[in-house]
C-alpha cells in the first residue's frame, strides 16, 4: 500500500534503520537566542534608551502599536545578529527573541506582531531633523554625534593620562543614484567617502560625506567637537590625533598646536623630501646588500613646504630598500626628539594606525555600514549610525563580558556566530520564559561568564 505523501515534511536519507525527516512546524524556535547576551549588554550600557532619547515622537500615542525605543532597539539588535534588511524585519517581527528583547511578548492590537515590520521600520530610517506629516519621527544629529563619544567616557572607569584618536577616511561603493553619488578615481566606483574617529576599539564618529572631497574635509570640526566634548570630563588627558599623509593639512596641525593636542600624520613623498633621505637610501642600499635582507634607516630633520604650511614641523624619514627597490616614507608630527626617537615613533606609534583599518572592516562587512542604498544622504547617515551603535553594543559585550576569554580579540563576526547565533526552544509560560538553548553548544562556560559579568555590570 503506497504512503500517504506529506507535503510540508521533508525526506532525508536513512540512518540507523530509521527514517529521517524535517518540518517547520516546532513552534517557538529562534535561531538567535544568544542575542540575550546583547539584552544584557545594552542594560549595562543604556545604550538604546540613550539613543532613543535623541529621536522624538510626533505621533498620536493613542494609536501607536511600536513605541520608538521598540523600533530603535530592534534595529540595532537586528543589525547586531546579521539581518542587515529592513526586509528581513516583515520576518523577524514574528521571532520570539525579538519580542523578548523589545520587552513586548504581545502586540497589543490583534492584527500586528510583538515588534515592527518593514514598513514601519523604513518609516523611521527616513525620520528627518524636523517632524513632516508623513515622518512623524524626528531625530537631533547633534545628539547622536555626542552620544558616542558620551558612550566611550562612560565605559573608563578614570581618566587615562593619554588617548589615541585615530582618523580615517574609507569608500562606500553605490549602486544605484543615491544622493551625493561622485565618481573616486582612486577608489574606481561612484561612492561615499565616510569619515572615522576611533580610540582604540571605541568609535567616536562616523561621518558620511560625499566623495568629491579632500579626505581630510570635516576632519577639524569633528576633531573639535570630539576633543572639546572630551576635555569637559577629562580636562587633563593627554590627546594624540592620529592618522595618515591625507590628514597632513595646515588647518588641522595649526588648530592642534593653537589648542595643546598632539599629532602624528603621514606625509605624501615629494622630491624634496626624497633629496632630504637620498644619503640615508643609499647607506641603507649597503646594509641590504651586505645582509640580503631589507634595511631601514631614520632621519630626524625639520621641514616646511613652499606654500602650504605656516611654520617648519619635525619630519621623520624612513629610508628602507626591500630587495633592490628603494621604498622612503615620511611621517610629520608635533611630538619633540627628547620625548621620542623617529625610529620608535614610526614603528610603534605610526604604524600601529593600522589596528583602525580593521575596526572599519568589522563596521563595514560584520556590521553592513556600507549599506547606503536609501536615496537621500540624511537616510544614509542614519543607517550609517544604526550600524555604528550596533557595532558599539559588540565591542561593549566584547569589552565587558567576553575580557580575558577567547573571545576577547574576537571580530564582531566571529563572536555573532560563536556567541549569539544559538539555536533554542522558547516557552512562554504565566510565571516565566525559558529559553532551552541546544545542549551541545561548545561555548557555553563563555557564555556564562559572560552573563555572569554583564549582570554584575547592570548593578
Known sequence: ????????????????????????????????????????????????????????????????????????????????????????????????????????????????????????????????????RYHRISHDPAAIEALFVDLFLASQAKAPAQIILDLDATDDPLHGQQEGRFFHGYYDCYCYLPLYVFCGRHLLAAKLRRSNIDASAGALEEVTRIVAQIRRRWPRTRILLRGDSGFAREA???????????????????????????????????????????????????????????????????????????????????????????????????????????????????LFADRTSAATMRANQLRLWFASMAYVLLCALRRIGLAHTQFADATCGTIRLRLLKLGALVRISVRRVKVAMASACPWQDEFALAHLRLSMAAV
Not at 504581545?106 to 527616513?126: I, Q, W, Y
Request: proline share 3%; charged share 30%; hydrophobic share 40%.
Open 1 to 132: 500500500m503506497p504512503t500517504e505523501c506529506n507535503p510540508t515534511l521533508f525526506e532525508f536519507a536513512p540512518v540507523a534503520g530509521r527514517a529521517v525527516v524535517a518540518a517547520f512546524d516546532g513552534g517557538r524556535i529562534t535561531s538567535d537566542a544568544g542575542s540575550l547576551l546583547l539584552a544584557a549588554t545594552d542594560r549595562a550600557i543604556g545604550l538604546v534608551d540613550r539613543f532613543s532619547a535623541c529621536f522624538t515622537d510626533h505621533r498620536c500615542s493613542e494609536l501607536i502599536e511600536h513605541e520608538v525605543s521598540t523600533l530603535i532597539g530592534q534595529r540595532v539588535f537586528g543589525i547586531a545578529l546579521g539581518y542587515e534588511d529592513l526586509n528581513d524585519h516583515d520576518q523577524l517581527r514574528h521571532d520570539p527573541m525579538m519580542a523578548i528583547l523589545a520587552g513586548k511578548l504581545e502586540a497589543r492590537r490583534a492584527d500586528c506582531a510583538p515588534v515592527a515590520g518593514k514598513s514601519t521600520l523604513n518609516r523611521l530610517e527616513l525620520s528627518r531633523a524636523e517632524a513632516t
Open 252 to 366: 588641522l596641525m595649526a588648530w592642534c598646536e593653537a589648542n595643546r593636542v598632539d599629532y602624528l600624520f603621514g606625509l605624501a613623498r615629494n622630491a624634496r623630501l626624497d633629496e632630504v633621505v637620498k644619503l640615508e637610501l643609499i647607506a641603507t642600499s649597503l646594509d641590504a646588500i651586505r645582509s640580503g635582507r631589507p634595511a631601514r634607516r631614520f632621519k630626524d630633520f625639520r621641514y616646511a613646504t613652499l606654500d602650504s604650511w605656516s611654520r617648519e614641523r619635525r619630519v621623520i624619514g624612513k629610508a628602507e630598500v626591500t630587495g633592490d627597490k628603494a621604498n622612503p616614507r615620511f611621517i610629520v608630527t608635533s611630538l619633540k626628539p627628547a620625548e621620542i626617537d623617529g625610529r620608535r615613533l614610526y614603528e610603534k606609534i605610526y604604524c600601529a594606525r593600522g589596528e583602525m583599518e580593521n575596526r572599519i572592516k568589522e563596521c563595514q562587512l560584520d
